[in-house]
């Protein structure tokens, strides 16, 4: 459930989604995202994450201070449902804007840019050790299908499988009826072939202030002094497992559908 410049192999990935009515920022979304990546290529490799909100910078990346591992409360919190494999199909598009941020994260080196055609000439910026080739037509790919979006190219090296701390972005409500988490695929380094079927095996979890009392399941609190990132985490979330083969896009689900537990209509985008 990713995109990387090189051949690298992803497990134990988790995506969550969750919308708040933030104190600071009102209503916002939240994005978190983790997995454990091998380097597979000669040199340094790279993942995409295309972000469906324009303008974030580096002050939209939540810290996750001591935290890391609040992504594997919540999947423990809420494992249980069965494997989903049957999705339908939607599009979105719009316009995009440009800037470029560089940043250290964890094991990665994060280049954010809100035009993905701009990265190459922000690439002497990450480390030689973890500075990838990119084929051109990848960055294409993202400005053309995916405007408005952010894209967020995370650089890495490890040979061996590291699991990082996530990453957690925050920001406007995109869509107040829809939410749609980035599930893109394609490990080869070439640009993803969207609607081809592709395997799939990760969780995608979500929280709600709005959900009705007693919707999803109890997730354990942030262990004391978590910090800025306990302010967007929820008390009670809901996920499900997506395995075997799906058309290749994003995922959605519409909000009613959300509050009300029907997670197995989420459908493919």
Not at 88 to 96: E, I, V
Request: hydrophobic share 40%; net charge neutral; charged share 20%.
């Amino acid at each position: 459930m990713c995109v990387s410049a090189a051949a690298a192999s992803f497990s134990e990935t988790v995506l969550y989604a969750g919308r708040l009515h933030h104190p600071v920022h009102g209503h916002t979304e939240v994005l978190g995202y983790q997995n454990t990546a091998v380097n597979r290529a000669r040199g340094a490799n790279a993942l995409l994450l295309h972000l469906p909100a324009a303008g974030l910078t580096r002050g939209n990346l939540v810290p996750v201070g001591h935290d890391g591992e609040f992504l594997q409360r919540m999947l423990d919190a809420v494992r249980g449902p069965r494997p989903l494999s049957r999705a339908g199909t939607r599009s979105l598009s719009a316009p995009a804007a440009a800037a470029v941020q560089v940043f250290e994260h964890d094991v990665y080196t994060v280049v954010l840019a809100e035009d993905p055609r701009l990265i190459p000439a922000a690439l002497g910026q990450v480390p030689h050790r973890r500075r990838p080739g990119i084929a051109d037509d990848l960055f294409g790919f993202y400005a053309d299908r995916f405007p408005r979006h952010t894209v967020a190219l995370c650089c890495f090296d490890n040979t061996d499988a590291r699991r990082a701390k996530p990453l957690v972005f925050r920001y406007p409500v995109p869509d107040p009826d829809v939410i749609v988490l980035p599930t893109v695929d394609a490990h080869t380094g070439g640009a993803p072939e969207l609607g081809a079927l592709v395997a799939v095996d990760h969780w995608l979890i979500f929280g709600s202030d709005e959900a009705p009392p007693g919707w999803g399941r109890p997730v354990p609190p942030p262990p004391a002094g978590g910090g800025e990132l306990g302010g967007y985490l929820p008390d009670r979330a809901a996920g499900i497992p997506l395995t075997g083969r799906m058309p290749n896009g994003d995922t959605a689900i519409a909000v009613p559908d959300l509050h009300a537990g029907r997670l197995d209509r989420v459908y493919r985008v």
